[in-house]
């Protein structure tokens, strides 16, 4: 009477254990899923460079990727023709929810305030960038300065 018993209590516990390894997989399969979802939707806050060469009319570009070249080379998405500024100069990275500022490897370096960089370092508003002889400013979406608005006229009641 024993044997049919632990028979039946073994097949049960084995179905058990299948349907609880089956439910563990399937919340994490949903937990990653859902968090590769959030990860898609989290857009780049966009970012403007205001760029300031010698002798040149300042200009100023408009980001809204997560990476941004700037170098001599053409295919840079900031390109800037300096000779003082290497084909590949820098690269701004947006991750961990912050701008940050890569020199790659130029051949005279990039400031960052009128410091030298030596390591990737968080960029925000109004930080001076200067790539060979060109100055470049950055300028944050979340700090553009927007008009107040104009309080509505009052309408007048008719009688």
């Not at 018993?5 to 084995?14: D, G, I």
């Given at each position: 009477m024993s044997g049919p018993?632990?028979?039946?209590?073994?097949?049960?516990?084995?179905?058990?254990?299948?349907?609880?390894?089956?439910w563990a997989f399937f919340m994490l399969?949903?937990?990653?899923?859902?968090?590769?979802?959030?990860?898609?939707?989290?857009?780049?806050?966009?970012?403007?460079?205001?760029?300031?060469?010698?002798?040149?009319?300042?200009?100023?570009?408009?980001?809204?990727?997560?990476?941004?070249?700037?170098?001599r080379d053409p295919t840079c998405e900031c390109p800037i023709k300096d000779d003082t500024v290497s084909a590949r100069h820098a690269r701004l990275n947006y991750h961990h929810g912050q701008w940050w500022l890569e020199d790659?490897?130029?051949?005279?370096?990039?400031?960052?305030?009128?410091?030298?960089m030596t390591t990737p370092t968080v960029v925000i508003s109004h930080d001076e960038?200067?790539?060979?002889?060109a100055t470049l400013t950055v300028m944050l979406a979340g700090d553009v300065l927007l008009p107040p608005t104009q309080k509505m006229p009052k309408l007048e009641k008719k009688k």
């Open positions: 018993a632990f028979l039946v209590l073994r097949v049960l516990l084995t179905v058990s254990l299948y349907v609880f390894l089956g399969w949903q937990d990653i899923h859902q968090q590769g979802t959030l990860l898609s939707l989290r857009k780049v806050p966009p970012l403007s460079l205001l760029i300031q060469r010698e002798a040149m009319p300042p200009q100023i570009r408009h980001f809204t990727q997560a990476e941004i070249t700037i170098g790659l490897g130029s051949t005279n370096g990039t400031d960052l305030n009128s410091e030298r960038i200067a790539c060979g002889k």
